[in-house]
């Protein structure tokens, strides 16, 4: 098999979520990662948004790379249709894993988990630990809410427009993965991550 033309780290719901928007869009992250010869990495769970993006990674001909704790391997959680499954002992090794493995960072409608990923790639770029692309999906309005708490938070003098700048929002799966992937590339400075946690 080819070497993968990027790995896209998608962040997302182990819930499927109530409005069917949400997983008609990760079908199509994993589409589009799929179909342009990416490579996805994510959370190695079978259930929710995040068992539906690699699947259609998958069918679409993508590469598929899980990370997951084993404590949820011994839950039966783990995606056995992985081209690659690690199984490590912690949350920091999963996600230091995960941001190693990628290019560019997405993520979709989720919980807290999903959220935490998020801040903590975001919050890596700021203070330079890696220079990879952030991006949020914003799927019908989820986040709407949560970006006008984070423009009160500009307002309120605890972050600076610069911060935000450091993440791109976008309604158009198309046009915000295009502009990931357009973005990473040789010349983002490789970090070890796993100093960070």
């Known amino acids: 098999m080819a070497e993968p033309a990027f790995s896209l780290c998608v962040y997302c719901g182990s819930r499927p979520g109530e409005n069917p928007a949400f997983a008609q869009a990760a079908q199509a992250v994993g589409q589009w990662i799929g179909s342009h010869g990416g490579q996805l990495v994510y959370g190695g769970g079978r259930g929710g948004l995040m068992g539906t993006v690699a699947e259609a990674t998958r069918l679409a001909g993508g590469r598929v790379v899980g990370v997951i704790p084993q404590a949820l391997v011994d839950k039966e959680l783990a995606n056995r249709l992985c081209d690659e499954l690690h199984i490590v002992q912690t949350m920091h090794e999963r996600k230091a894993l995960m941001a190693e493995r990628s290019d560019a960072f997405v993520a979709l409608p989720g919980g807290i988990g999903t959220f935490e990923e998020l801040f903590e790639?975001?919050?890596?770029?700021?203070?330079?630990?890696?220079?990879?692309?952030?991006?949020?999906?914003?799927?019908?309005?989820?986040?709407?809410?949560?970006?006008?708490?984070?423009?009160?938070?500009?307002?309120?003098?605890?972050?600076?427009?610069?911060?935000?700048?450091?993440?791109?929002?976008?309604?158009?799966?198309?046009?915000?993965?295009?502009?990931l992937v357009q973005s990473a590339g040789p010349d983002q400075a490789p970090v070890p991550l796993r100093t960070v946690i």
């Not at 700048?165 to 915000?176: I, S």
């Open 121 to 179: 790639v975001w919050t890596w770029r700021q203070l330079g630990y890696h220079n990879k692309p952030v991006g949020l999906l914003n799927v019908a309005g989820y986040y709407d809410a949560l970006m006008a708490f984070l423009q009160t938070s500009v307002a309120s003098g605890f972050m600076g427009e610069w911060q935000m700048d450091l993440m791109v929002t976008a309604t158009n799966t198309d046009e915000l993965l295009r502009l």
